[in-house]
């Protein structure tokens, strides 16, 4: 694997930065803008022929805001790779790499769908979980546990409105107290409210 970064670097020069190694697993911090340029490289001249992940993460708060990540694996070698792209909120577009691998196809669909990172030049960049036309994207960090409401299309069982679930008693709480549990999610409360007046309580018994 240290071959596989050094020729990368040999390559590409600072625009390649390394990632911590962690448990056997190593990583590069790519530009977005030469993204391609290094996902070609890396199929033709290291053998990384497989793409076996592709995911969207939110660093909200931080600068830029979402990142991309791709594993790679090289079935001759035996050997991954991650690459890390940093994608500004300003402008949450990244090009994508289906020309490349041709499993990156639905992954990215999926990244798009949770996130709204726009993939340019996929051949067929819609939604894959939400229905088009849902305005928001569920896996952002601003994005509420209990959901969004949102116009249900035409063509649903029930059309009408998607409505957000209740915390306390919902579907996302399980039922299991634990002391000290007043900072982890998710949270029975339906309100904010609810919250602080249960936690302003030392001896709380939250359930989690």
Not at 11 to 18: H, K, L, N, P, S
Not at 112 to 130: A, E, Q, V
Not at 146 to 167: D, I
Request: hydrophobic fraction near 40%; aromatic fraction near 10%.
């Amino acid at each position: 694997m240290n071959e596989t970064i050094e020729k990368l670097k040999t390559q590409f020069g600072a625009d390649i930065g390394e990632i911590p190694e962690f448990r056997g697993e190593w990583g590069v911090t790519v530009p977005r803008a030469r993204l391609l340029e290094v996902c070609r490289f890396l199929k033709t001249g290291c053998g990384f022929d497989m793409l076996t992940d592709l995911s969207g993460v939110d660093n909200l708060g931080e600068e830029p805001r979402y990142a991309v990540h791709y594993l790679v694996y090289s079935l001759a070698g035996h050997a991954r790779l991650r690459l890390k792209v940093g994608v500004p909120a300003g402008e949450a577009a990244v090009d994508s790499v289906v020309s490349v691998w041709g499993t990156a196809d639905w992954y990215e669909r999926e990244a798009f769908d949770m996130f709204g990172i726009t993939f340019r030049g996929h051949p067929n960049l819609k939604r894959l979980i939400m229905w088009e036309g849902y305005p928001h994207f569920p896996l952002r960090k601003d994005f509420p546990l209990a959901g969004l409401p949102a116009e249900l299309p035409a063509t649903a069982c029930n059309a009408g409105a998607a409505e957000p679930a209740p915390m306390n008693g919902g579907p996302f709480v399980a039922g299991i107290g634990a002391l000290g549990a007043q900072r982890r999610e998710p949270r029975s409360n339906d309100t904010m409210a609810e919250r602080d007046e249960k936690t302003a309580h030392p001896g709380h018994l939250e359930e989690i």
